[in-house]
T-cell receptor, first 112, second 111 residues
Framework: DSGVTQTPKHLITATGQRVTLRCSPR?????VYWYQQSLDQGLQFLIQ???????AKGNILERFSAQQFPDLHSELNLSSLELGDSALYFC???????????FGPGTRLTVL | QKEVEQDPGPLSVPEGAIVSLNCTYS??????FMWYRQYSRKGPELLMY????GNKEDGRFTAQVDKSSKYISLFIRDSQPSDSATYLC???????????FGTGTRLLVSP
């Protein structure tokens, strides 16, 4: 157990809908990272927050947005969902902006 | 061409074998190199990381980086069935937090 929690574990929804994925980092970790893992693309970095501020952006679609709250938990919002958004979404956290990122168990999103 | 290339496998070996997992990359700015292990339906778990070129050993695991060839390896000695998982390489440059992952190699160690 990495200490990073993610909810929900599974999410099934329809195209065009909007969902919110939640992540609680390890106690004391200030950085939160979001990743998308699909079979054909592998693990893709989406976005990083550090102590409430956006620090780095990867291949995140405009339909996706994230934020980190004062209690350091983070949410990833996915809107106007498409079939191709079906994937595993992982959150990771680290102390500061260090190398060691600890991953949560992931949220499996299925868009029908 | 992807920045990081990794053979998806699966790689099947008998228990006790030495396993070699590899990645190649194209971005010469990468300075930090990591190996993650991912069991089915779990999040990736960091095994080791190295900075720049050289070797690093941790128990049965040895990581090697050859920056001149843009090639990194993970060796597993005395492989065990519990080592059966997908192994992901990841890398990044200094000062930028984005990790670039390979697609992973699936390893199967049979008893």
């Amino acid at each position: 157990d990495s200490g990073v929690t993610q909810t929900p574990k599974h999410l099934i929804t329809a195209t065009g809908q909007r969902v919110t994925l939640r992540c609680s980092p390890r106690s004391g970790d200030l950085s939160v990272y979001w990743y998308q893992q699909s079979l054909d693309q592998g693990l893709q970095f989406l976005i990083q927050y550090y102590n409430g501020e956006e620090r780095a952006k990867g291949n995140i679609l405009e339909r996706f947005s994230a934020q980190q709250f004062p209690d350091l938990h983070s949410e990833l919002n996915l809107s106007s969902l498409e079939l191709g958004d079906s994937a595993l979404y992982f959150c990771a956290s680290s102390v500061g902006e260090g190398l060691e990122q600890f991953f949560g168990p992931g949220t499996r999103l299925t868009v029908l | 061409q992807k920045e990081v290339e990794q053979d998806p496998g699966p790689l099947s070996v008998p228990e006790g074998a030495i396993v070699s997992l590899n990645c190649t990359y194209s971005n010469s700015a990468f300075q930090y190199f990591m190996w993650y292990r991912q069991y089915s339906r779990k999040g990736p778990e960091l095994l080791m990381y190295t900075y720049s070129s050289g070797n690093k050993e941790d128990g049965r695991f040895t990581a090697q980086v050859d920056k001149s060839s843009k090639y990194i390896s993970l060796f597993i000695r005395d492989s065990q069935p519990s080592d059966s998982a997908t192994y992901l390489c990841a890398m990044r440059n200094t000062g930028f937090q984005k990790l670039v992952f390979g697609t992973g190699t699936r390893l199967l160690v049979s008893p």
